[in-house]
């Protein structure tokens, strides 16, 4: 069964560095989304991507944070000067179309930030 | 203020029965609701979604109910197995909203 697959499972960076977290969402799925959760806490929305843009983003997705889908593969998300409060779990999830409502995730790149 | 609450943070239950996990919801009109399962370190995993006009979908050993009314969602496990324990996520969608979690309920299946 096709499933999204993200790198690395594990980050650690030092606060202030910039890190690129990496996903392949599932071949034929045209919609994209970053989500993170806190240690504990719920599942939070950070962006969505359809068409090459960004459709939607929340308040935690400022401007420290880009995506960006480079080829015809990846989607990638970026935190250009880390913090110590974006230590999380980062899961990348997709659907495969407009209509369909049920998200594919991966299993996420745990973030620790120090 | 908008709020999803999983009311239970944790269920016990016992080999063989039925579990219920309840969620509800304030200042939303969701389109739809869905359950996911979370493991420990894993992503979600979707079980099932319900739209606001059902009340009632089951997936094999799965049910859930949709309340628009009293602004609620039931999640029943038949027959649970200790394989079932996980976290269990409602989360909505509503139409000019990406889609909130609840914080979920662990659910654990004791032999």
């Known amino acids: 069964e096709p499933e999204v697959t993200q790198t690395p499972s594990h980050q650690v960076t030092q606060m202030g560095q910039e890190v690129i977290l990496r996903c392949v969402p599932i071949s034929n799925h045209l919609y994209f989304y970053w989500y993170r959760q806190i240690l504990g806490q719920k599942v939070e929305f950070l962006v969505s991507f359809y068409n090459n843009e960004i459709s939607e983003k929340s308040e935690i997705f400022d401007d420290q944070f880009s995506v960006e889908r480079p080829d015809g593969s990846n989607f990638t998300l970026k935190i250009r000067s880390t913090k110590l409060e974006d230590s999380a779990m980062y899961f990348c999830?997709?659907?495969?179309?407009?209509?369909?409502?049920?998200?594919?995730f991966g299993p996420g790149t745990r973030l620790t930030v120090t | 203020s908008q709020k999803i609450e999983q009311n239970s943070e944790a269920l016990n239950i016992q080999e063989g029965k039925t579990a219920t996990l309840t969620c509800n919801y304030t200042n939303y009109s969701p389109a739809y609701l869905q359950w996911y399962r979370q493991d420990p370190g894993r992503g979600p995993v979707f079980l099932l979604l319900?739209?606001?006009?059902?009340k009632e979908k089951r997936k094999e050993r799965l049910k859930v109910t949709f309340d628009t009314t009293l602004k609620q969602s039931l999640f029943h496990i038949t027959a649970s197995q200790p394989a079932d324990s996980a976290t269990y996520l409602c989360?909505?969608?509503?139409?000019?909203?990406?889609?909130?979690f609840g914080k979920g309920t662990r659910l654990s299946v004791i032999a």
């Open positions: 319900i739209r606001e006009n059902e």
């Open positions: 989360a909505l969608f509503s139409g000019n909203t990406p889609l909130v």
């Open positions: 999830a997709s659907i495969e179309r407009g209509g369909r409502y049920e998200q594919y």
